[in-house]
């Protein structure tokens, strides 16, 4: 009887009037897929709270209506389409999963988007989705506490919650499936690097490469090779500095460009890269031409200069180090920020990502750790790969105080021992015929860690 229901229901004018609206909200995500990021799109299409009950008549107009849209737009339209069936989905009562996956293999570069009901898929077969590994799944707002998930190693995906007793023990099954399949796909190295083709191939960037300045005739003492940052882990560092349009973002040691093209899309009113270079910034140039048209920030210049030589320009306010430089050429490096922040007070934050002169920074007497976050998403769970910010204060006390009171620490529990002079150790080397070893700090416990009083300058 149901199915019969069903089929009057799919030749109905309801049917028609349903797949129109359906065809319109792809067209929509279709036109602006590429200039918002995932987590806006979900919200976006976002239904809000659940009905009382599920309509099941309304479900199978949904699914058949999703397969339909297949064959509108079709081509590289299985995010928009899923998007769209997320929605009405959730609308008709039911308690969808939106999944985001990369391909296993890692010769390819391929993405896909699908929709699940209870475990199971719709409009897609289980033979489709071997190929993908789960790396984001999403779940309607007020749907048990559901919402926009982190990828893998979040707690649960929310699959809702049921009216009935039967139906939430079918809606238990159905979350302990998924939280077995999220912890199957929870292999941090394998999903950074499926993350890390698919914002390159996003971009339409080439940002991968390691490049050593030995194979570039450039001089190495105290400086360290280009390495690319992780694309979520500076992401998410970035979003906690809530940057505004009074915000100016350096990055020191741009490479090829990445850390860049990741700030441009936060929105600063202007954006530097700084290289010693001259072949990377031409290739960073490059990157950038291909990425703007995701660009928030539209005032974006590469300079080609050497860092300890080069002018802050005063009205810099975020200043991002990737582990550029070490001892001297760092302590040059750093003497040049503070004297801007001397000649021209202003908020002044550093970014600094794999902090291997953490201690020295903090020996200045002129910085203040404001923030420590992972360098990686997922994270590393190394102790020494985290990003630290912060604050550069001028010499003049009562400005030092008066700009520390602007940024109070945020500092996450357990990870305190920033707080002072602490080395959870780093042993950094390059291929041995260009010298092996580069930078060796040994771990120094945090019960002998020196007091972080004296080397935190001005008081938060």
């Known amino acids: 009887m149901l ?26 995500l279709a036109l602006v897929k590429h200039a918002l990021p995932l987590s806006t799109l979900v919200r976006l299409v976002d239904p809000g709270p659940r009905k009382r009950a599920i309509d099941a008549e309304e479900c199978a107009r949904v699914e058949w209506a999703v397969r339909r849209l297949g064959r509108v737009l079709a081509g590289g339209d299985c995010l928009e389409r899923s998007l769209v069936g997320y929605r009405f989905l959730a609308r008709a009562g039911a308690s969808p999963v939106l999944w985001i996956g990369l391909d296993r293999d890692a010769v390819r570069t391929e993405g896909h988007a699908w929709v699940t009901v209870d475990d199971r898929p719709v409009a ?6 071997a190929p993908y590994v789960e790396v984001a799944a999403f779940t309607p707002s007020g749907r048990d506490g559901g919402t926009a998930h982190d990828p893998p190693g979040a707690d649960a995906v929310a699959a809702g919650a049921a009216t009935s007793d039967r139906s939430s023990r079918r809606s238990a099954r159905s979350r302990s499936s998924l939280r077995a399949r999220l912890r199957r796909a929870a292999r941090p190295k394998e999903i950074r690097g499926a993350l890390e083709r698919l914002h390159e191939r996003r971009y339409g960037v080439e940002t991968s490469d390691y490049v ?12 360290l090779w280009h390495i690319p940052s992780d694309w979520g882990g500076l992401r998410r560092a970035l979003a906690r500095l809530d940057p505004t349009g009074d915000d100016v973002f350096v990055d020191v040691g741009s490479g090829l460009g990445r850390a860049v093209v990741v700030a441009a899309q936060f929105p600063f009113r202007r954006v530097l890269g700084v290289e010693l270079s001259q072949e990377l910034n031409e290739r960073a140039r490059a990157n950038v031409g ?10 974006v210049e590469l300079i080609a200069a050497d860092a300890t030589e080069w002018s802050l320009p005063p009205d810099v306010t975020v200043v991002y180090f990737f582990s550029p430089f070490t001892e001297e050429v760092f302590d040059r ?20 990502n794999l902090p291997v002169e953490h ?27 985290v990003m630290v910010t912060y604050q550069l204060l001028p010499a003049d006390g009562p400005t ?32 041995k015929r260009l010298g092996g070893i580069a930078v060796y700090r040994p771990r120094q416990d945090r019960a002998d860690s020196p007091p972080a009083g004296g080397a ?5």
């Open 3 to 28: 199915r019969a229901a069903v089929r009057i229901s799919l030749a109905s004018p309801r049917t028609g009037w349903l797949l129109t609206r359906m065809v319109a909200w792809k067209v929509t």
């Open 124 to 129: 897609e077969t289980a033979a489709s989705l």
């Open 212 to 223: 050593y300045y030995e194979e570039l005739g450039l001089p190495t003492q105290d400086r």
């Open 290 to 299: 291909r990425a703007q048209r995701t660009f928030r920030c539209r005032d």
């Open 333 to 352: 490096v750093v003497a040049n920020l503070l004297d801007s922040v001397d000649e021209h007070p202003r908020p002044l934050r550093l970014l600094y």
């Open 359 to 385: 201690s020295r920074l903090l020996r200045t007497r002129r910085t203040r750790v404001i923030d420590v976050c992972p360098a990686k998403w997922p994270a590393a769970g190394d102790e020494g790969e």
């Open 400 to 431: 030092a105080e008066e700009l520390a009171s602007r940024f109070p620490s945020q500092v996450p529990e357990g990870s305190e021992a920033w707080l002072g002079e602490y080395e959870p150790g780093y042993l950094i080397y390059k291929p």
């Open 456 to 460: 935190q300058g001005a008081a938060p």
